[in-house]
């Protein structure tokens, strides 16, 4: 969807700011609002455009730079550190070749670590783009890198 | 019951993980197969609790419960029990302490404990269906508050049944609402945070993923009492099935006409939105959370005013979390006397509880106040996993503390909590066994808090920081005699000077940390020893020489070549060589790599 789309379906109310960063990016291709963005959704919602660059770059979750295809986000908080979290992201590292922050060259794939998923029943655990995986195992960790490497997600 | 049996597959964010939706297709496509889709109906509910267990199924009448379902067991599921009655064995429950299989769900012995008041219908409905919550009692409540009562009579309901807030403070419900409610102003809100971003705990999500409309109706009941036409639900992006469902309740309220003008033909409308965050931990704290809502920097800002008086729009806000508004359907239709009768003199009703960590029976747990941590631990949780021992919980998440064995026998309420030095939090469980270095596990949170601060305030700013560094220090062996009273120096004055709850709560891990486990730090700063063995910099690796059966594997993965030795000749590690990665430890197929600390 186009930017200007977007901002149709909006009222010009400043509280609509996260809702219209949040949908931006995911009709990003590379997940991510750019300066351009970011100046035109000032000039909608009739903010300066520090106020929506303040905003934007407080969030972890909105994205100044490009990212892949699919974001993963491993979580590292305490229950899934506890159950072993670190070595998935050893795995998670060497399958896809990349460190945390950063994004394959293919541009498939981002890596970020995020905090509690809430699924702590299941940890370790991640989530790719919206879908959540838990009880991560090795095997099952490269099965599922396999499998949207090869789109049969 | 037009169905003779009712199969309900838990599709809670948990069990979704482990494939719970995929089992569901392909029960509804076997079922199909037999021609059976008049006789069995299978229904998509909340989070059931065992998530341990999960994918988990509950048949109903016989109240079945299988667990660990995946896509190549429902057709002997379908086939043998639906189809001959002869339910499948090796998939039931099985009571770890007596190792015999638990026939019905309600035998179960982790339901057994539990008194769901919170959770009554989180797996027990379809949460996406307005039908089946309407069915179990719902929305009675509201249509009883604003055509039978006053806003005045629902509050002292509300006084009398001691609610209190269930987010982390613990303040009286009945208060924040009668501050709301007294001051004078043309507009009013009601917000629910649902905002949990404690690491380990999961309760609020369950409750929107499983009975969306429960917190809808408390809500909407709150609006009632203060006079407020408008609230919002304030979700964390990381949950959007929690959001999904939220907003399919919302417009089938509307619907119906539960939420809108006018409702029950009263003189009473509400209105409801759901806002999404977009990952701060920070805006769980409700200045802050009350900024992001407004489209701003969620960051917070000192009270008073409170946001009863200036909340969101700089309107009277009224601001609970959503186990709060769950119990508030339950009170106006048992009164407030009934609950009050649940608990302890101070803390009345249930609470729910997250379990995860190193124990059994990971899920979400709803116990009576004044039950203890043990029965939570060991009576619903199992306790550690076999061949281990719990040596402390986490109560309260990054902004609580820590409580060993000998205190597990205190009954749980806000204040017993409190005074161990830890706090009822949002009710996240952490068990931690001797595989646990509490030193790191205090800078594990530390690091989190710091990486969370917003950044407005110095003492949470700088402060968590300098705190974070001396920890990194100890548990990398570089300890001195005086950092311990530095990191408790500190960790007061950022305790009493920080700005929010976020800064103020932060130093607690490692208060409480030192207060039980100070031999740890002691261990770690003066004979550089880690005796869970997770501290990198204090860990060397030794080979035992009759356990060595000179493979060669260890040599081979070892990054620096610190293995000295060849096929038939044991294997020695250079010390001066080795980096301690462990790459040798986890290789070694003989068990053959010994890890050390403190002992040259």
Known sequence: ?153 | MAHRLNVLVCSGASCISNDSLKVKEAMLAEIDRLGLNKEIKVIETGCMGPCQLGPVILVYPDETLYKKVQVEDVREIVEQHFLKGRPVERLMYKSPLTDELVHKSSEVDYFQKQVKIVLANCGNIDPESIEEYIAVGGYEALGKAVTEMTPDTVLNEIKISGLRGRGGGGFPTHMKWMFTKNEKSDEKYVICNADEGDPGAFMDRSVIEGDPHTLIEGMAIAGYVVGASKGYVYVRAEYPLAIERLQKAISQAKEVGFLGERIFQSDFSFDLEVRVGAGAFVCGEETALIHSIEGKRGTPRPRPPYPSASGVWGKPTVLNNVETYANVRHIILNGGAWMAKIGTETSKGTKVFALSGTIKNTGLAEVPMGTTIRELIYDIGGGAPEGHEIKAVQLGGPSGGCVTPEYFDTPIDYESLTQLGAMMGSGGVIAMDETACMVNTAKFFLDFTCFESCGKCTPCRVGLKQMYGLLDKITKGEGEEGDIEALEKLANTIKTTALCGLGQTAPNPVLSTIKYFRHEYEEHIHDKKCRALVCKDLISYEIDAEKCKACTLCAQKCPVDAIRGQRGVVHVIEQEKCVSCGSCYDVCPFGAVQRLSGEN
């Open chain 1, 1 to 153: 969807m186009k930017r200007k789309e977007i901002l149709r379906k909006y009222e010009a109310k400043p509280d609509n700011l996260l809702y219209i960063l949040h949908d931006i990016q995911d009709a990003s291709p590379y997940n991510y609002v750019t300066e351009e963005d970011m100046e035109e959704i000032a000039d909608f919602l009739g903010l300066p455009y520090s106020k929506v660059y303040g905003t934007a770059t407080f969030y972890s979750m909105i994205s100044q730079k490009p990212r892949g295809k699919h974001v993963i986000r491993l979580c590292d908080s305490p229950p899934c550190h506890l159950m072993g979290s670190e070595s998935i992201l050893d795995i998670l590292k060497e399958e896809l070749g990349i460190d945390v922050g950063q994004t394959t060259p293919d541009m498939l794939f981002t890596l970020e670590i995020t905090s509690c998923l809430g699924v702590c029943g299941v940890a370790p655990a991640m989530m790719i783009d919206e879908e959540v995986f838990g009880n991560l195992t090795p095997k099952k960790l490269r099965k599922i890198i396999k499998d949207y490497r090869e789109g049969n997600v």
